[in-house]
């Protein structure tokens, strides 16, 4: 791949102005380079971190071998006679459904029967079901045929009548009512926890995790203006349903399957979570939270630049994972500015440089696009990688003058 050429001329050695020989005069020519040196030096060490421009990496610094995900079955379900309810179950918090049972019951009109487990797990699928159809709720019990498509008949399916599935639904409830006082997440805080802790029984991830950003859409009450509504609701203009409520996530990149869920609680709460009174930065500290579980393992870990940064880079690699990110805004100790005055010569060019901090290798990459693409890692190389693509996605590129090559630390961290 062809290395970027920079406007400003090559780093020089460390020269200090003053130790030279006060009789000793520079030409005017002497002079402006004597700045332009200095000015380019500056370039290169970001808050007291010096950095190196480099032809590229070409060892992978990640010493970890590549592994894929399995489930941890255990020896409760027969390979053979695996059914997708087994997997539900798998995916699901063993002891909740009884726990879900129970306070539901408490929720109850008097006088009618407690929910039982089975009917629980009738209402998930009967819920799961509603998203497979365009049909209005109370249509879905109907056993009238119309010549054309089978009656739902819901009722039979999941052996629930149409008037205790919505009062079961009106009551579902995932904590005891006494916990809802004071803590505006607790209807579903035991649920997400109990989530994550059972994807960390049940699932061995891959030897490459993604953190990224989700939100559920929510269409009803927002907290903000009455009591009974979601507690922080937020909006996001760019996603085709960016109303409802954010979490940030952990996924396995091998499987696709998310690993951890984190909800946003509001700044006010956020800044008090784990690891916040270490790295300070909210982006660096949720990314810990998440993959907290793998800690130690040698994983690597993908992010976007809501998480990117080089104190992400080193608080990863402090705590025994690899990052790789794309840095926008967190650009302390990155040498954005640097960047940012060299010139490519086509889509595609790329610069690397290389650092240290606290004895972990750090690498700075940029990539020609149309608008440049600047990366942070500590693994993989930068040895070029075909980048796969097909049909229109690869006549785009070609169209556009772009390289299909990219850099392995990119298409393959």
Request: some cysteine; overall charge negative; glycine content about 8%.
């Amino acid at each position: 791949m062809k290395q970027a050429v920079a406007v400003m001329p090559p780093i020089p050695p460390s020269i200090s102005v003053e130790a030279a020989s006060p009789t000793l005069t520079l030409s005017a020519e002497q002079q402006e380079q004597e700045v332009d040196n200095t000015l380019n030096a500056n370039l290169l060490h970001c808050n007291g971190i010096e950095w190196k421009v480099v032809e590229g990496v070409v060892e992978d610094w990640r010493c970890m071998p590549k592994f894929g995900a399995h489930i941890l079955w255990g020896n409760d379900v027969d390979e053979a006679r695996r059914t997708p309810l087994d997997y539900w179950m798998m995916s699901f918090p063993s002891q909740m459904l009884a726990d879900i049972s129970i306070w539901t019951s408490n929720c109850l009109p008097q006088g009618s029967a407690n929910a039982k487990e089975d009917e629980v797990l009738a209402v998930f699928g009967a819920l799961y079901s509603l998203t497979r159809t365009s049909e209005g709720r109370r249509d879905l019990w109907s056993t009238t045929e119309d010549g054309l498509f089978p009656a739902p008949r819901f009722g039979e399916r999941y052996s629930l009548t149409r008037d205790r599935f919505e009062i079961l639904l009106r009551c579902l409830s995932f904590c005891p009512a006494h916990e809802a006082i004071g803590d505006k997440w607790a209807p579903v805080r035991r649920l997400i926890e109990g989530f994550n802790q059972r994807r960390v029984e049940k699932l061995y991830p891959g030897w490459q995790l993604c953190v990224d950003e989700s939100v559920s859409s929510w269409r009803g009450k927002d907290g903000d203006f009455c009591s009974d509504g979601m507690p922080h609701v937020t909006r996001i203009d760019r996603k085709p349903k960016g109303v409802g409520c954010e979490l940030k996530d952990c996924a396995d990149a091998d499987t696709k399957v998310i690993l951890q869920l984190e909800i946003q609680e509001g700044a006010e709460v956020m800044v008090s979570k784990e690891y916040m009174a270490e790295y300070k930065l909210v982006g660096t500290a949720q990314l810990l939270r998440l993959t907290k579980p793998w800690h130690g393992s040698g994983r690597a870990v993908s992010a976007d630049s809501a998480f990117a940064s080089v104190a992400t880079a080193v608080a990863c690699r402090k705590n025994g994972i690899h990052f790789t990110g794309l840095v926008k805004t967190a650009t302390r100790m990155y040498p954005k500015k640097y960047i940012d005055e060299v010139e490519f010569q086509e889509l595609g060019d790329d610069i690397t440089l290389t650092s240290s901090m606290e004895g972990h290798n750090i690498m700075a990459h940029a990539w020609g696009d149309k608008v440049r693409k600047c990366f942070v890692s500590t693994h993989s190389t930068t040895l070029p990688e075909n980048l796969l693509t097909s049909g229109d996605g690869e006549r785009y590129l070609m169209k556009m003058g772009m390289k299909l090559d990219r850099l392995k630390c990119i298409t393959k961290p």
